[in-house]
T-cell receptor, first 114, second 106 residues
Framework: DTEVTQTPKHLVMGMTNKKSLKCEQH?????MYWYKQKAKKPPELMFV???????INESVPSRFSPECPNSSLLNLHLHALQPEDSALYLC?????????????FGPGTRLTVT | KQEVTQIPAALSVPEGENLVLNCSFT??????LQWFRQDPGKGLTSLLLIQSSQREQTSGRLNASLDKSSGRSTLYIAASQPGDSATYLC?????FGAGTRLTVKP
């Protein structure tokens, strides 16, 4: 199983809503990543979890709150978002144990903030 | 912080042509470099991963090379086809270049 799953596929939320994005992998990977991708732009790294600990936070606003409850699951909690936060949110995972540390990506959640 | 640059930003070629996409990075202390393909509105498909100890990696019509000391990688696509039309992205240390948008005309 080399799949990273993300739910929901699409999400529309108002600026006062609280919602969460979910990412799951069962490949035994120990690193998990959140990226934000705007239209016609490359993915921008937001957060990295290594061994369930937050290891990289790319100065992301506090209205985005990541959580890694266990080695297979990664959440992104959203609160008081702005319309400019509308984007494709991608999750990825990797082994983190060797140079052959290939990233596997999920299909993404397309978020629209109204 | 690793910075990744890709040139050209866009490339249009006739079907059958061989082509080269370029990727450069600022910090040569890398574990690996990964090339991806992304179709419009879709997720990322991994094409090739080159470990830092390797100089090249091949998969079908694709060949990627790595020169760690100069901070460069190239993706060579042989005998291009219209189905190769997509954006090609390279990633180093989980950070992406801006991509090359490739169009292969029939």
């Amino acid at each position: 199983d080399t799949e990273v799953t993300q739910t929901p596929k699409h999400l529309v939320m108002g600026m006062t809503n609280k919602k969460s994005l979910k990412c799951e992998q069962h490949m035994g990977h120990r690193a998990m990543y959140w990226y934000k991708q705007k239209a016609k732009k490359p993915p921008e790294l937001m957060f990295v979890y290594s061994y369930e600990k937050l290891s990289i936070n790319e100065s992301v606003p506090s209205r985005f709150s990541p959580e890694c409850p266990n080695s297979s699951l990664l959440n992104l909690h959203l609160h008081a978002l702005q319309p400019e936060d509308s984007a494709l949110y991608l999750c990825a995972s990797s082994k983190l144990t060797s140079a052959k540390d290939e990233q596997y990506f999920g299909p993404g959640t397309r978020l629209t903030v109204t | 912080k690793q910075e990744v640059t890709q040139i050209p930003a866009a490339l249009s070629v006739p079907e059958g042509e061989n082509l080269v996409l370029n990727c450069s990075f600022t910090d040569s202390a890398i574990y690996n470099l990964q090339w991806f393909r992304q179709d419009p509105g879709k997720g990322l498909t991994s094409l090739l991963l080159i470990q830092s100890s390797q100089r090249e990696q091949t998969s079908g019509r694709l060949n990627a090379s790595l020169d760690k000391s100069s901070g460069r990688s190239t993706l060579y696509i042989a005998a291009s086809q219209p189905g190769d039309s997509a954006t090609y992205l390279c990633a180093v240390s989980a950070r992406f270049g801006a991509g090359t948008r490739l169009t292969v005309k029939p």
